[in-house]
């Protein structure tokens, strides 16, 4: 059974970088696509991108200058970078897998609150 | 402001049937997949539906999916109780080469 787990921390202050980890269990980080995608409370569902194990990437225009997203097959994780955060980036953090199409999430991880705030 | 359109709320007794409606245009709906995801309150979205009207293995019948040109429907039927949640329809953008959202619609069941 496949499970993902993301990990981080829950707070982080303005204009610093925010870090996430999702680790992946029962299966393996290649042949799909790997996603983050965010919830501010109260709100709905933004994609901020995705790794496909080819390695290309995709992003969400509106955050593009400032994300990243690596991946590390050796410890079966993948991460977010997300640069120069304000408090508009506080938000419930989902990492997800998607299979075939990057808009097929069939695996998501339980989310993790990141505020921003000094 | 999301890309795709949808209804913030709908609503439905019990046993009867609902539809939810997701507008888009010709650069995602119109030339894409559409899926659908159903978030119960504190939990992760799951997937209900995928390119346009397929279940997962584990999802009911009672759950459906459509697309007709720029516009999906998602179809519940013999509502419950237990599926008061937010449902999301998702695609692809080709335009913006990025997955795009509806800004959700709250089902609550009478």
């Known amino acids: 059974q496949v499970q993902l787990q993301e990990s981080g921390p829950g707070l982080v202050k303005p204009s610093e970088t925010l870090s996430l980890t999702c680790t992946l269990s029962?299966?393996?980080?290649?042949?799909?696509?790997w996603s983050w995608i965010r919830q501010p409370p109260g709100k709905g569902l933004e994609w901020i991108g995705c790794i496909h194990n080819s390695g290309s990437t995709n992003y969400n225009p509106s955050l593009k200058s400032r994300v990243a997203i690596p991946v590390d097959r050796s410890k079966n994780q993948f991460s977010l970078k997300l640069s120069s955060v304000t408090a508009a980036d506080t938000a419930v953090y989902y990492c997800a897998r998607a299979f075939t199409r990057p808009q097929n999430f069939d695996y998501w991880g339980q989310g993790t609150l990141v505020t921003v705030s000094s | 402001q999301s890309v795709l359109t949808q209804p913030p709320s709908v609503s439905a007794a019990p046993g009867q049937k609902v539809t939810i409606s997701c507008s888009g245009s010709s650069s995602n709906i119109g030339s894409n997949y559409v899926s659908w995801y159903q978030q119960l309150p504190g939990t992760a979205p799951k997937l209900l539906i995928y390119e346009n009207n397929k279940r997962p293995s584990g999802i009911p019948d009672r759950f459906s999916g459509s697309k007709s040109g720029t516009s999906a429907t998602l179809g519940i039927t013999g509502l419950q109780t237990g599926d008061e949640a937010d449902y999301y329809c998702g695609t692809w953008d080709s335009s913006l080469s990025a997955v795009v959202f509806g800004g959700g619609t709250k089902l609550t069941v009478l």
């Open positions: 029962g299966g393996s980080t290649s042949n799909h696509f």
